[in-house]
C-alpha cells in the first residue's frame, strides 16, 4: 500500500511553531488535492487545509496561524504552524487523493486515498 512519510511533530508550549513535512510519491502531481487533516482523542478526524496547483484553502480555526505548501520539486507537503493553542493538540495526517483536478472544503477524510502514519502534536498551557 502506498503511504506517506510526516516528520515533525514533538511537544510545545502554547505560542509556539512547529513544522510538518509529508514526502510525497513520485507518482501524485500537484494537480490532485491534498492537504492536512488532525484528529484528536475521542474527536473525528478534521481538515486542517488543503492544497492544489498551489491554491491553498485553510480551515477557519487555522487561518492566520497555520500555512500549507509545496516545495518547488512538489515532492515535500509542508504544514507551518504557528502561535499554536492547546486545542490544537492532535495526531495530524497528510493526505492526497489519487485523482481528479478538484478541491472542496467539504470533501471528507474517505474522499482521500493516500494517507502517513501520523504524526503527534502536543501543546501544552
Known amino acids: 500500500a502506498v503511504r506517506l512519510v510526516e516528520s515533525g511533530g514533538g511537544s510545545v508550549q502554547a505560542g509556539g511553531s512547529l513544522r510538518l513535512s509529508c514526502v510525497l510519491p513520485e507518482f501524485i502531481s500537484d494537480t490532485v488535492c491534498m492537504g492536512w487533516f488532525r484528529q484528536a482523542p475521542g474527536k473525528e478526524r478534521e481538515r486542517v487545509g488543503t492544497?492544489?496547483?498551489?491554491?491553498?484553502d485553510s480551515a477557519d480555526s487555522v487561518k492566520g496561524r497555520f500555512i500549507i505548501s509545496q516545495d518547488n520539486a512538489k515532492t515535500t507537503l509542508y504544514l507551518q504552524m504557528d502561535r499554536l493553542k492547546p486545542e490544537d493538540t492532535a495526531m495530524y495526517y497528510c493526505?492526497?487523493?489519487?485523482?481528479?483536478?478538484?478541491?472542496?472544503?467539504?470533501?471528507?477524510?474517505?474522499?482521500?486515498?493516500?494517507w502517513g502514519q501520523g504524526t503527534q502534536v502536543t501543546v501544552s498551557s
Open positions: 493526505a492526497a487523493r489519487r485523482q481528479g483536478n478538484y478541491c472542496f472544503r467539504q470533501m471528507a477524510p474517505a474522499d482521500f486515498h493516500y
Open positions: 492544497i492544489m496547483q498551489g491554491i491553498v
